[in-house]
């Protein structure tokens, strides 16, 4: 009986690791004779749902004006994920399709990381560029900058950007943060690899903008950033169309992270034309808007009818950064924070993964639609090599699905089960506790990351798990009646999706490992002879 019972398991769960792959198969792809599409994939840094106005009918403020109008003019994606609630492990399932326990990158990398993503695997720039796509990227990379594990090296043609996060390296005129982050060269003395002694920004290292894989200014200047990318990006699709070659730009955008660095008056050097601390983030988020809204223009007057714009978040609000933290909308996580805690970036409460997502192509996509499907991030991989008439290598497993449906043809139907990785507030890296199948979603561990004030609650192991029906409790509240029909059935079903992903990772021979050693010798420094390895070769 028990054999049997346990054959009858292991085939089940097969099935479900089939099923998985399957799904991610489906979609309709464009026809390979037709002239390919080009691709703009802006991704926001610790953005929060409630951030686009668009998501928030009535709201008071909106910040989002060019958002909202791509919105109105495209799909508004609902229930769109990103693929972990921290920054590394998001952007590597986004460029891979893969979830963390398969690519290997479970949390972040450091300013002395001597590796990233792991070079056994392939990203979606790699593959477009074999293709004859030209490849460039602007912005916050975070995968690896030393030797070969920069963005140049792993399928870009052209980048611009900072390595990493914009509190990993000072600057001489800090943004907004809490706690305030110092200039270069003040505080007390610590390695390079440290932060400072306050807890917030690092000291020491100034904060490197690079051009492919040169630094051309340390510390840079968080002032002027926004223009830098704007007026790039509108020569990089500029010159795409005057070769006629399709293009991926890839702009991932750290407005919303700490710290922040809103507009001011050209003629009014920061800080004295600063905003009022408590209308920095609405700055902010004006500031990212405004070149989204560039970066729109450009691509239409280049090549409207065929370029696919898909704008979404890499993870939840910054929490416990108070008024410098955008806004998570109804998906509170209440159930945690009345334990004590926050409940937005680093969890895997909604507030922590689920992110504004607005995708846009003229004639393709119909205006003014709205999808409730449940997507993630990782979905963004198969879907553009589909649009390109392309296939993913085929030695290797992927968790994303092929969304050109639900984009194309107005298609509700997503992820049939969707997993969210631990990303620091409980349990081990990367582990997938916290399952999603339908309206109903699992907890096996809770746990929150520091909230505004400093307040974190504590570890919990769940067995049976906590399930809540997100439709009717969005602020996942109140978990359902164990006893109840309704908990049984969704726990069921739940946990048959939860095992077969568990045995498919766990025979996967494509699985990758990631290093994350560090080492001084591997943070970016222009020149070490000078404070925090300052030097400027911008022309």
């Known amino acids: 009986m028990a054999e049997g019972f346990t054959l009858l398991l292991l085939s089940g769960m097969l099935l479900c690791g089939l099923l998985l792959h399957s799904a991610s198969r489906h979609g309709a792809r464009l026809d390979k004779a037709s002239k390919r599409p080009n691709f703009l994939i802006i991704l926001a840094d610790d953005i929060g749902w409630g951030d686009l106005a668009a998501n928030q009918a009535g709201a008071r403020a909106n910040n989002t004006p060019h958002l909202d109008l791509m919105a109105e003019q495209g799909i508004r994606l609902t229930d769109f994920h990103s693929p972990a609630s921290t920054c590394s492990p998001s952007r590597a399932s986004i460029l891979t399709g893969r979830y963390g326990l398969r690519n290997g990158v479970t949390h972040n990398f450091a300013v002395g990381s001597v590796a990233g993503l792991p070079l056994s695997e392939v990203t979606l720039p790699q593959l477009l560029q074999k293709a004859g796509y030209y490849t460039a990227m602007i912005g916050k990379w975070h995968l690896g900058h030393h030797g070969p594990y920069g963005p140049t090296n792993r399928g870009f043609d052209y980048y611009l950007g900072v390595p990493y996060s914009n509190d990993m390296g000072c600057t001489d005129t800090p943004g907004y943060d809490l706690p305030r ?23 020491k290292v100034g904060l490197p903008l690079l051009e492919n894989s040169s630094i051309v200014e340390q510390p840079l200047d968080l002032w002027t950033l926004t223009q830098q990318y704007k007026s790039t990006a509108t020569r990089i699709i500029h010159n795409a169309r005057e070769r006629g070659q399709p293009y991926l730009l890839y702009i991932a955008l750290a407005h919303m992270h700490v710290p922040l660095a809103p507009p001011h008056p050209p003629d009014a050097p920061p800080p004295a034309g600063r905003p009022d601390d408590d209308r920095v983030y609405a700055a902010s988020l004006r500031e990212m808007d405004s070149l989204v809204g560039a970066v729109k223009s450009a691509s239409d007057a280049a090549d409207r009818d065929n370029t696919l714009i898909w704008f979404t978040g890499d993870n939840g609000p910054w929490e416990q950064k108070c008024q410098y933290a955008g806004s998570v909308g109804p998906f509170k996580g209440k159930w945690q924070t009345s334990r004590g805690g926050g409940s937005a970036k680093r969890t895997t409460w909604e507030g922590g993964h689920r992110v504004p997502t607005v995708a846009y192509w003229p004639g393709r996509i119909p205006a003014n639609t709205t999808s409730s499907a449940l997507l993630s991030g990782m979905d963004i991989f198969l879907t553009l090599l589909s649009l390109a008439g392309l296939d993913p290598p085929s030695d290797r497993r992927y968790d994303g699905i092929d969304a050109t449906d639900v984009l194309l043809q107005g298609q509700q139907t997503g992820h049939e089960f969707l997993f969210h990785p631990n990303s620091g507030a409980a349990g081990k890296f990367g582990d997938l506790q916290a399952v999603r199948a339908g309206k109903h979603k699992a907890f096996y561990i809770t746990g929150a990351a520091t909230a505004c004030g400093g307040g974190s609650g504590r570890q919990q192991l769940h067995d049976p798990p906590l399930i809540f029906d997100l439709e009717q409790d969005q602020a996942e509240e109140t978990p359902l009646e164990t006893r109840t029909p309704e908990y049984q059935e969704a726990l069921e079903r739940i946990a048959r999706g939860r095992e077969g992903l568990l045995w498919d990772i766990a025979t ?6 990631a290093d994350y050693t560090t080492d001084q010798s591997a943070a970016p420094c222009c020149d070490p002879r000078h404070t925090a390895c300052r030097c400027h070769m911008l022309g």
Do not use: F, I, M, N
């Not at 996967?508 to 490992?513: C, G, I, M």
């Open 181 to 203: 982050c110092l200039p270069c060269g003040s505080g007390a003395q610590v390695s390079r690899l440290k932060r400072s002694v306050h807890g917030g920004c690092y000291s």
């Open 508 to 513: 996967d021979q494509s699985v990758s490992t």
